[in-house]
């Protein structure tokens, strides 16, 4: 499979993402630049962590201006996978390809830890490795990712099994306690409707070696893999 | 324009008149406000290590690793084999952190980050070293969280992972807190690049941010004393933008890789000026440059603030000539605003121009290179005679000996950091190995079977009671905390804090640390990088409940010479200080000896910071290194943690207690022999370390200890929901685990 990774100037997890894809999954992956539009011959594109435009204005708010968005739009149209981790899903829904918006943590600070997440739906593209229930430990490590929607759109959401993953204790319950950011619904993770759009928060390809101490992420990059 | 230069004028810019005279002699005649203003930040302490340079010099240099030493470029480079270098640096950013913590933090780790992709190396961790007064007190909740986020706020942005670090709080520190921030970057060898503008003619260019009046003379502000008047220094205070550095970051790495760059400086304290002399030293040429064709972002600045700002995200980088066009798609495909400004000359001399018209003329090498060297008058301070002589035993019963332990685990300073660690990222660029807590961090080299092991230490208060014991104490602790990681101490740079060295006391702690520093390197075999001095710590004390009939007094902050370490693990996996599993073996390397004084129980519980600290054998500490190297290279270790601050108590209590959702009891009986139960439960007698083992190792490791001819006790067995020593300790890890994991976020969120 061929994977884009999406360089905006002030991506920082670009590296990592593609370290995972190509050296650790052995796929073929390439870095895209956000000025470039041709992105055709990707079968995957990826939107990694960081501080696109320094999180000025908003964040993703300007990186989805970036030439390279518009190609992303077509790509995800023909119903091919884009997954957008922590800055990447915040660009997803400012782009208006996932529904939603990110407030400031209820903390107000930034927060870098492992936490737990129950996996809502495995009949995605990116959850089909994994199984039904099944608890993940996957690092985060943001100050924007409290998820808002109206109540219309999160009934939308557990209508159409859009959550894939939520934010619980280590047993895989829901608790107030185990949300680390004050998101609506202890959500994590979202897809669209079509299911091949994926925004998440937590850091898969943080956790896909054993020497970084869990490799629950590498699941959701298999599953891309099995599905093409 | 010219300005008469008064006595007044001379005094502003923290120059003697000695000085001045050596300025009218370099330039043959009187000098103008622009060069006058050169003079005194090159001069400063800051830039010029007048003060300490004479002492300096005491520190070895010299390695088989060194490839570039300290002082030559803006960072130390130490070879880690297979034509890998790690190019290292700590440098200070106190006095801004005191006065605008935020911003003062962030600029911090923006300097040292520069520091080191300059020289061609990507940072790929940052640590820093913090110290603040008691949390009790509103002013250092205040410093401590602002700091934080400004460090947060900039290496979480500009994607380095902060990796932790040592934070420390006492009252020395009240109003003046330290902010030291770390910095290491990986290259290959031949990538190394050096800050030189050599042949005549190559175009000089400034990249990056525009200059403004913000960090006006934040040299000289840094070398001189913190007062109620520093808050007027606030424009002294640089502004941060990380976003920016990162597109410099990855401009300049691409820049130096097509190979169109001769030499390149960041512009940090001091400016242009500092870049523009020193390059030109360096490369035994002069250079010329034109101030009108500096980028502004204010309007009607004066070659003078032109020189002197200290605006954050600047570079000063000389091309090849020819090849300016390529440097220019570079700079354009990451945005960045980059103008010529001058060029490379043969005469040596330091020429700024407005308008073509000359505005200073000054011999490169001496601006750089021959500030003032003073040999300072050093006294031994009056309050140690005093200070030392108190017998911990003289101050009666501690109590109960359970709720002495909760109490030191409670103290901010032994408490786990993680509500500080969580606020960073501490795991971008996934090569964090072991995460922040343990004994020291470590960073995985990737595509390689090498890791880098890093520890940033300093016991201040056995400095302030002996400074030549707590010097070395500082080097062998790092060693320590780098070799229970399973890694091979390579080199240190350091930060050394201090009062004003114009006080003989001062300045006699100052030599001392260093004496100590220079033996414990030399046993290690760790030569100093490269470093930087923070001197005028001190501040008058503002008391918010005066108990004292002294309200306010002017002190210094205790000796602070901060060391990092770093060193090299190869071929296997790094050892963490947490127990790992129930039934291992327990056994404590080295010798407990009735030490409390200076120990942070003497602190907590007495309220006294006082006594004679512990010893350091330095030849024992050494034996003690490679043996746990050695027993790392053989696998032995499940688990080693050094004992330091709370001594072997908390040591057991942290290995316990140190992985969330992980706890492991312990049960362990250490010899009392003639030591007091505070001594062997609290004590911080040196060259200690817990270490676990799988029972089915104890004999190879018996003998492998025994090898190195090493004391040892086994003193336990891990297991259990509790941790009990003797018959004096017994308590619930859920107890000691909240205690100890809730302190610093109690004290910051209440």
């Known amino acids: 499979m061929k994977f884009g990774v999406v360089v905006f100037p002030g991506s920082n997890c670009d590296y990592d993402c593609y370290h995972v894809l190509k050296h650790v999954l052995n796929q073929q992956a390439e870095f895209v630049w956000h000025k470039d539009w041709d992105i055709k011959k990707f079968d995957c594109i990826v939107l990694p962590g960081g501080f696109s435009y320094g999180d000025y204005l908003r964040t993703g708010a300007i990186a989805r201006f970036s030439p390279v968005m518009e190609s992303i739009v077509h790509h995800s149209n023909q119903g091919k996978p884009v997954i957008g981790i922590c800055n990447g899903f915040q660009i997803l829904l400012e782009a208006g390809l996932l529904p939603g918006a990110m407030l400031r943590n209820d903390s107000l600070k930034f927060v870098c830890r492992h936490v737990y997440l129950r996996v809502e739906n495995t009949e995605t593209p990116f959850t089909r490795k994994t199984k039904k229930d099944e608890v993940l430990r996957l690092p985060i490590a943001h100050g924007e990712g409290n998820y808002f929607a109206p109540k219309p759109v999160l009934d939308g959401l557990i209508k159409n099994r859009q959550i894939l993953l939520r934010y619980t204790d280590e047993t895989g319950t829901v608790t107030e306690g185990a949300n680390p950011n004050g998101s609506r619904e202890n959500i994590a993770g979202i897809c669209n409707l079509k299911g091949n759009v994926f925004g998440l928060m937590p850091h898969p390809e943080r956790a896909s070696e054993r020497e970084l101490g869990s490799t629950d992420g590498i699941k959701i990059f298999k599953s891309i893999l099995s599905s093409s | ?750």
């Open chain 2, 1 to 750: 324009m010219t300005q008469e230069i008064s006595r007044e004028l001379i005094q502003k810019h923290n120059l003697t008149l000695e000085e001045y005279d050596k300025i009218k002699q370099i330039l043959g005649r009187e000098p103008n406000i622009t060069e006058l203003g050169i003079f005194s930040v090159m001069w400063s302490e800051h830039c010029s290590y007048k003060n300490s340079k004479n002492v300096l010099k005491l520190l070895p240099k010299d390695g088989k690793r060194m490839l570039v030493k300290a002082g030559e470029e803006n960072a130390g480079v130490v070879d880690i084999g297979d034509g890998l270098v790690v190019v290292f640096k700590i440098e200070s950013h106190n006095h801004p952190s005191a006065i605008e913590p935020f911003q003062g933090a962030a600029t911090g780790v923006g300097g040292i980050l520069r520091d080191i992709f300059t020289m061609g190396a990507r940072p790929i961790v940052s640590m820093n070293s913090l110290r603040f007064g008691s949390l009790e007190e509103p002013v250092s909740r205040r410093l401590l969280s602002g700091v934080v986020e400004g460090i947060g706020f900039y290496g979480n942005c500009i994607g380095v992972p902060t990796v932790g670090g040592e934070i420390y709080f006492d009252e020395c520190y009240e109003g003046n807190p330290l902010v030291n921030a770390f910095s290491l970057g990986l290259a290959k060898r031949e990538e190394i690049v050096k800050a030189k503008a050599e042949g005549p003619g190559n175009p000089v260019f400034y990249l990056g941010s525009a200059t403004g009046r913000d960090g006006m003379g934040g040299a000289s502000f840094a070398s001189k004393d913190l007062s109620e008047e520093s808050d007027k220094d606030r424009p002294a205070v640089q502004v941060g933008d990380p976003f920016l550095e990162k597109l410099l970051l990855e401009a300049v790495l691409e820049l130096l890789k097509s190979g169109c760059v001769v030499g390149i400086q960041d512009m940090g304290a001091a400016g242009l000026t500092c870049s523009t002399c020193e390059t030109a030293s360096r490369g035994n040429t002069g250079i010329e440059i034109d101030v009108a064709k500096v980028p502004q972002r204010e309007t009607g600045m004066i070659p003078y603030e032109i020189m002197l700002s200290e605006s954050q995200e600047r570079m000063l980088v000389i091309i090849k000539k020819g090849r300016e066009r390529e440097a220019k798609k570079i700079f354009d495909k990451w945005d960045l605003h980059a103008e010529e400004i001058g060029f490379v000359t043969d005469d040596g001399l330091m020429r700024v121009k407005e308008n073509g018209v000359t505005v200073a003329e000054i011999p490169a090498k001496v601006l750089a290179d021959d500030a003032p060297v003073y040999v300072r008058e050093e006294k031994e301070p009056a309050y140690l005679k005093k200070a030392r002589s108190l017998d911990p035993r003289s101050l009666g019963n501690p109590g109960d000996l359970n709720a002495a332990l909760l109490k030191l685990l409670d103290s901010p300073t032994i408490a786990s950091k993680e509500w500080i660690y969580h606020q960073y990222d501490h795991m971008v660029r996934t090569n964090t190995v072991v995460l922040p807590g343990s004994d020291a961090a470590v960073i995985r080299i990737k595509g390689t079977d090498k890791s880098i092991a890093i520890s940033v230490d300093c016991n201040s208060t056995y400095c302030y009671l002996d400074p030549y014991e707590g010097g070395k104490i500082a080097v062998a602790e790092s060693a320590r905390n780098v070799a229970c990681s399973g890694a091979r101490p390579l080199s240190i740079t350091n930060c050394l804090n201090f009062g004003n060295p114009m006080n003989p006391e001062i300045f006699w702690q100052l030599k001392k640390c260093i004496e100590g520093i220079r033996d414990a390197c030399l046993i290690f075999e760790t030569p100093v990088s490269g470093g930087n001095v923070s001197l005028y710590n001190q501040n008058l004390r503002r008391r918010t409940n005066p108990p004292s009939s002294v309200a306010d007094e002017v002190r210094a902050i205790d000796p602070t010479p901060t060391i990092g370490m770093v060193g090299l693990i190869e071929g296997r996996e790094p050892v963490t200080s947490y127990f790992k599993t129930e039934g291992d073996t327990i056994l404590l390397l080295g010798e407990t000896k009735e030490e409390l004084g200076g120990s942070e129980f003497l602190k907590v519980i007495f309220k006294t910071k006082a006594g004679k600290p512990p010893r350091l054998d330095l030849k024992a500490a050494k034996i003690l290194v490679d043996l746990l190297v050695a027993a790392s290279e053989k696998g032995l270790l499940k688990s080693a943690h050094d004992c330091s601050e709370g001594g072997l108590a908390v040591a057991l209590a942290e290995s316990c207690i140190l992985e969330k959702g992980h706890e492991v009891g312990a049960k362990v009986n250490v010899s009392l022999g003639s030591l007091s139960n505070e001594a062997l439960l609290f004590g911080e007698s040196q060259s200690r370390v817990v270490i676990s083992v799988d029972p089915k190792n104890l004999k190879n490791t018996k003998e492998l200890i025994e090898s190195f001819r090493f004391p040892y006790q086994v003193i336990g067995e891990t297991g259990g929901k509790r941790l009990e020593i003797n018959e004096l300790i017994k308590a619930p890890l859920e107890v000691l685990s909240h205690t100890w994991r809730s302190s610093i976020k109690r004290r910051m969120e209440r």
